[in-house]
DNA sequence: CACTTGACCTGTCCGC
DNA sequence: TGCGGACAGGTCAAGT
């Protein structure tokens, strides 16, 4: 479930690995990649350089020499991971030591850059550690100094596609996107503008559209109506000015202190949490059900809006009257 | 047009 | 122990 945070942190953690490299060759076993295109596969993948990795709220675009850009989307379950020629030896001198391998069984540490790039992809409740490509693996570039990027998709919902980069802003996810709320031109004039687009929705519908914003998902629409004090069914029409200001406040500042997080506890987040995924660490309220709420106590509940599973506190979000 | 629901997928977890 | 079914959620298509 890699909302725009997660994306971002692997996109990060991509434009440090990837510009340069230049593509050796592509594996891929699905059809959902590069539907249309095995001939355009070979023209203008095979040899490319790497130009840029940039992000579009949950897309990222890695820009190549050849005129073309791979446009990805990872939905829930989608993971990107890169291996290096350095990871490659690290991982045989493992196995050639028994020692080692034993400790590294107890306690599996990916290096840094493979755990960062794991941040915010799928597979939250599994071992981060393991032989690639795996069952999920649907794409494996393959660079000309021997290091791999896979493109690993449980759930199949992600995809990966070939787009002259020209006519990237012209595909339908590009053109209906709403704003990056991080960018410094949302204003919180914009934000409430938006938002009254749709007056009749409930507030947490509308953080979800990708028309109205881009990059808010399940995660950040629950904790930042929850740090601004309001309950998720609420029609938009029903919600203050003062409070729409709030909650403009509150989702930019878990946006960022998400990304912050993404950059920094990537280590941290394998050792302690290998099985459990590191983006809840800082949540509040998401999946923390049964938990006491940190502002006031009560029990955090688990209910139904907009069709997806939501988290709140039904002391500090009150149901709307 | 505004808004909601279902489909796409597969792995996991829960109850029987 | 196995099995069925509910559930997870980003986005689009189809529905009301």
């Known amino acids: 479930m890699p909302e725009l945070p997660e994306v971002e942190t692997i996109r990060i953690g991509l434009a440090k690995l ?4 230049v593509i050796a060759d592509v594996w891929h076993d699905w059809q959902k990649s590069f539907p249309n295109a095995p001939a355009d596969v070979a023209r203008f993948m095979l040899g490319a350089k790497i130009e840029s990795v940039r992000r579009r709220a ?3 675009i890695i820009e190549l020499s050849s005129g073309y850009s791979l446009v990805i989307h990872l939905k829930m379950t989608g993971q990107l991971i890169f291996v290096g020629e350095a990871d ?17 069984s107890q306690f599996p540490i990916p290096n840094s850059s493979e ?20 069952k999920s693996t649907r794409v ?5 100094d021997g290091s791999k990027l896979f493109f690993n ?11 002259p980069t020209l006519e990237v802003p012209e595909i339908d996810f590009m053109k209906k996107v709403g704003p990056e709320p991080l960018e410094d031109d949302f204003t919180v004039d914009k934000f409430i503008t938006n938002i009254l687009r749709r007056r009749q929705s409930a507030i947490k519908a509308v953080l979800l559209d990708q028309t109205v914003l881009a990059g808010v998902g399940n995660i950040y629409a629950d904790e930042s109506l929850w740090a601004a004090k309001i309950h998720p069914s609420t029609p938009v029409s029903k919600v203050s000015k003062t ?4 909650l403009y406040s509150a989702l930019r500042d878990v946006l960022n202190l998400s990304i912050e997080k993404g950059g920094s506890t990537d ?17 509040q309220v998401f999946r923390k059900e049964g938990q006491p709420c940190p502002r006031c106590g009560h029990e955090i509940v688990k209910i139904r809006v907009a069709g997806r599973g939501t988290h709140i506190c039904p002391k500090c979000q009150k149901v709307p009257k």
């Open 115 to 134: 755990a960062e790039l794991r941040f915010g992809g799928g597979h939250p409740t599994k071992s981060l550690i393991g032989e690639l490509p795996d």
């Open 243 to 246: 409070k729409l200001v709030t």
């Open 58 to 60: 949950k897309v990222l």
């Open 140 to 144: 494996v570039l393959d660079f000309t």
């Open 153 to 163: 998709d449980q759930r199949k919902f992600g995809w990966m596609r070939l787009i």
């Open 267 to 283: 280590k941290n987040y394998v050792n302690a949490e290998g099985k459990k995924g590191s983006y809840l660490t800082f949540a």
């Open 18 to 21: 990837l510009p340069g490299q």
């Open 88 to 104: 490659k030896k690290d991982r045989e001198s493992r196995i050639e030591n028994p020692e080692s391998e034993k400790l590294n």
